[in-house]
């Protein structure tokens, strides 16, 4: 067996008992990136250098066995919203082509805690606008299973660089649905957490009251050794939880069927619309899953249908809010001209910013606007807290709900690029899980024509354990999840 197929777990074994190096490791995962990754195009940025040097320190760590974790020694990659000191971290926008922060987001301060290795920053949507990354200000990713298919969005990179072998797990965030789409369609698992579960300190933001940074790796039980590494409080995140991170990983060795536990279909997720192939893989996987001793039944989220436009009439005005700052005085791109300020405000945005990114900042700003503020933004907030109580009302009944991640298998590239919309509408299985703020878990559960189909199961706050248990017990039962790509 190759390195690059090694789980967390055996990768963890093979560097404890020194059977190989973090150096070793480091340096094979740096091959295939270079050989593999100009057609799938998942790196924005690979930073060698420190990656090297990261796997020098985890070797002398693991000699001295002090302070030895599960991910010590392995290498990962992260998405490119995600602060990291001295590399570059652009949010895959020309208005931060050449932006290194002075410091580690906490996510990634935890990782180097653990002694993992940053291979280096995943492409993305600009700012996380989008859900194909084919709106990063630099180029296309490619989905590894079909190279003329996107691998979803906004974290395609991420997802991408899982499924192709190019790193053993990856850190996403997911606004709405930008881990769990990118990993239904690339054939990996993605856990969108709690809000709160994990620090969102360091994180560049696109919408503060949806964005969480979640893990993807090739199983559940992989996701779960992240996550605890991961997650926990943060004094410098307000938004923080302060409840103690369990050890999912320990659970789910413990964890020998699903017995008692109560899932919940939501007939909104099963509607026309919907390709046959992936409701009846979605169907198939269920019926798996009541056969490990859940039970199952029909629940409804009335308020499902409002998800899109309250999802992003949120999101445009926060967006534009955030985006505020990025205006050529403080940092980032800086378009000097000889006219006034006002000038250079205006020059810098053109420049810097896409199109998408451009006309999503218009629209919230429009919506945030004297005299639309109440009929759009606020409506919107009211609507927002209908769907969180939809969800609440499931949860007195059910322990976990299942849907599919997404109407289709992986679209091809360029197909609704133009077409805005339509684009939107492929976030309407995944939006309203970020409205209401709960945990979500993107499970491979079948193909069609050669493309990965996904399974979302979703619970309510701080229920990563009862999602991980299901994911993990529906993985041993199935083999979807060890499938790979040509380029594998």
Known sequence: MKLHELSLQETHEQLSSRKISSAELTRA??????????????????????????????????????????LTGIPYSAKDSLSTRGVNTTCSSKILENYKPFYDSTAITNLNLAGSVLLGKNNMDEFGMGSSTENSGFFTTRNPWNFDRVPGGSSGGSAAAVAAGLAPFALGEDTGGSVRMPASFCGVTGLKTTYGRVSRYGLIPLVSSFDTIGPMARSAYDVSLVLEAIAGHDPKDGTSRVESVQNYSESLKKAENLRGLRIGIPKEYFVEGLDKEVDASVRAAIKQIESLGAEVMEVSLPHTQYAIPVYYLILFAEASSNLAKYDGVRFGLSERTTGDLMDVYLKTRETGFGAETKRRIMLGTFALSAGYYDAYYLKAQKVRALIRQDFQKAFETCDALITPVAPTTAFRIGEKISNPLDMYLSDVFVVAINLAGIPALSVPCGFSNGLPIGMQVMGPHLSEETLLRIGHLYQSQTDWHTKHPPCW
């Open 29 to 70: 995962y740096l091959e295939r990136v270079q050989r593999i990754d100009p057609q799938v195009k998942s790196y924005v940025t690979v930073s060698e250098d420190l990656a090297l040097e990261q796997a020098r320190q985890a070797d002398e760590r693991i000699k001295s066995g002090d302070g030895l974790t599960t």
